[in-house]
């Protein structure tokens, strides 16, 4: 699931190129509709050519309501910004551009709308231009430009393969297993209560879960889930997520407060952050000063401590302490944006690199700088966590050698990881790790079970009367290297994830049950056995009788042996007869195919197939016509 936000000046037409590519119209508020002009965020889903469904954020673009802009685009996959084609480059397109290129959003796409208002084509060849040249220094530099018309549908087409492409190049959203969805709305729906809204992050969030809302800790249940107003049981990272929530009332929750799993995120008042300072407005950031925060959906007032430097001079970098009025909640590489109070405008912005520092740092303090800077690298179990999940489920050793780690630092990495319980060992029941050892991060090993648990119900849901599905398709299917397959398929074996049957793997919780119809046309096969036990029906017979996925199950369960691909016995018959020609050919005796057929009064063909059987399973042993007893013949019977 990816998020696409807008962005761009006021009246370029943002709301009406959503409208264009959605048939949603995003301006949800009665005074937005009357004015025609975003005020406040506005949702939007569509379905791109690949036949992914993507959610947007409409954003307002009006400088009076760039705080609401601010709570749209923080953890979008990929900005489409907007500049109209009559107007060209604008100041809140220079804004937006820069919000974007300061929160790192990666992708976008230019859309330069309004075209059926512009009749010359050297205009349109200059405002391309202008806005190639404004994009140049951004991380959108290379993003593809493309003219449309929302109103006649000009390039409505373009854009959408070029959104495409653009998201086509996003990784998936991470399953951290530590789900934050970001309240961006809240409100009542009559009959169900409250509702909230975010795009979820960093984990899942399921129908019936117990959750809290930060900062303030209050406890509700989630009733039901909703994507794109269908609803889910289950909503995943990077989905715009409704949630609605009981006990928990609309007038105790607010845009910014986080909504999560019990005991999973602290909140803060305090920041280590990485910050860049834009070059205009010009004057620099100064220590001690107040500031207004935007993380993710929420908005604080902050106060700036300024680390190693008196103040931080404009277009530079620098290691700052935010201390903020009333707690919020933030993780570790969450990106933000400082603005100045009054007058409004942007100052800048970068990424959180302690969400719980333990205290205030002196200002000057080079060790604590350089511990900053070890901090924003990573540390050796975050660089190890990095190669793991780069490689997937693989040796131990390979991860350490990626992540270029010496055995000092490796050994720090391990311990961190697994005193945390991030590393998990696979294919092995307890122990410390070997180099050897296949590993894979708990968020990981989440996400593979959850893909192992899927095929496997997907297979029982098209199979239901298979007792699994192959190992060797399985491994296929999630594409894995044998021994990583292996070792995954062992521990969930343990954690009794999946029921390991050999050949075949399959849920726990599957069934093989016949349906009433199909339990009268298997009795009447068993009749036909019963009646004719050493001349039973040909595999053909029983094929018209019940029916190839009956068959199958019959055959797979025990319940009927095949000794050739038309010759088949009852169970119990097979092993009577086994049992007979076992006592037959005691103390050395021997017996031929003739004598077998009329032992048990049948013809040479049941005969001859039975004999040839246990010829291939070691029961007996063939010495021209003759056959003796085999080393491998079973007590009390045969088997197969």
Not at 13 to 33: F, M, N, W, Y
Not at 244 to 271: H, I, K, M, Q
Not at 370 to 394: D, F, Y
């Amino acid at each position: 699931m990816r998020v696409l936000g807008t962005a761009g000046h006021v009246d370029h037409g943002k709301s009406t190129l959503v409208r264009a590519l959605t048939g949603i119209d995003p301006d949800r508020l009665r005074e937005e509709q009357e004015r025609q002009m975003t005020i406040d965020l506005g949702f939007a889903w569509m379905t791109l050519p690949g036949g992914e469904e993507v959610g947007i954020v409409d954003v307002p673009g009006h400088r009076d309501f760039i705080e609401n802009m601010l709570a749209g685009v923080t953890g979008i996959d990929a900005a489409l910004l907007v500049v109209a084609a009559d107007e060209g480059v604008m100041p809140q397109t220079r804004e937006h551009l820069a919000i974007l290129d300061l929160l790192e959003v990666p992708r976008g796409v230019v859309c330069l709308t309004k075209i059926d208002l512009v009749d010359d084509p050297s205009w349109l060849a200059l405002v391309s231009d202008e806005v190639r040249e404004l994009l140049a220094p951004t991380r959108l530099a290379s993003a593809p430009l493309i003219p449309v018309s929302a109103v006649r549908g000009d390039g409505l087409d373009d854009l959408r393969a070029a959104l495409a492409g653009a998201l086509k190049e996003a990784p998936l959203r991470a399953d951290l297993g530590k789900p934050r969805l970001p309240i961006d709305r809240a409100f009542t729906i009559a009959g169900f209560g409250t509702v909230v809204t975010g795009t979820l992050s960093d984990g899942s969030l399921a129908a019936g879960q117990e959750v809290t809302i930060l900062p303030d800790a209050h406890r509700a249940r989630i009733r039901s889930l909703q994507t794109h107003k269908a609803r889910v049981e289950r909503a995943v990272p990077g989905s715009r997520t409704a949630a609605n929530l009981v006990g928990v009332e609309v007038r105790d929750l607010e845009r910014g407060d986080v909504l999560t799993l019990p005991e999973t995120y602290p909140s803060t008042r305090v920041l280590d952050v990485r910050f860049r300072l834009l070059p205009e407005p010009s004057a620099p950031l100064r220590h001690n000063q107040e500031v207004k925060l935007f993380l993710a959906s929420a908005q604080r007032l902050a106060r700036v401590r300024v680390l190693g430097m008196d103040e931080v001079p404009p277009g530079a970098e620098a290691w700052l302490q935010l201390v903020i009025d009333r707690p919020i909640v933030a993780a570790r590489d969450d990106r933000f944006i400082l603005r100045r109070p009054s007058p409004g405008a942007t100052l800048g912005g970068g990424r959180v690199v302690d969400a719980s520092p333990a205290r205030l740092h002196r200002r000057m303090n080079r060790a604590a700088l350089e511990a900053l800077s070890r901090r924003a690298q990573g540390s050796p179990g975050e660089i190890l966590v990095q190669a793991i999940q780069a490689l997937g489920p693989g040796p131990l050793r390979a991860a350490v050698e990626r992540a270029g780690l010496g055995d000092e630092a490796a050994a720090e990495a391990i311990a961190e990881l697994e005193g945390g319980g991030r590393l998990i060992l696979l294919g092995q029941g307890g122990g410390e790790a070997r180099a050897d050892t296949i590993v894979v991060t708990r968020e990981a090993w989440q996400d593979l079970t959850r893909r192992l648990r899927d095929v496997l119900g997907a297979y029982h849901a098209a199979n239901p009367l298979r007792s699994g599905m192959p190992r060797e398709e399985l491994k296929s299917r999630l594409r894995m290297h044998p021994r990583a397959f292996a070792a995954a398929v062992e521990t969930a074996s343990r954690e009794g994830l999946v029921f390991d049957r050999g050949a075949r793997l399959a849920l726990p919780e599957h069934q093989m049950l016949l349906s009433p119809a199909q339990n009268a046309r298997v009795e009447a096969l068993r009749s036909r056995f019963r009646a004719s036990p050493s001349t039973p029906p040909s595999v053909k017979e029983c094929l018209e009788e019940v029916g190839e996925e009956v068959w199958a199950h019959l055959v797979e369960s025990g319940e009927f042996v095949l000794l050739t691909a038309e010759v088949v016995f009852e169970r119990s018959e097979y092993e009577a007869m086994v049992g007979k020609i076992r006592e037959a050919l005691a103390d050395g005796a021997t017996i031929t195919v003739a004598e077998v057929r009329d032992r048990f009064n049948t013809s040479r063909k049941f005969a001859l197939a039975l004999m040839e059987h246990l010829d291939a399973t070691g029961v007996t042993v063939r010495e021209g016509d003759f056959r003796k007893l085999g080393r491998a013949a079973p007590e009390g019977g045969g088997g197969a």
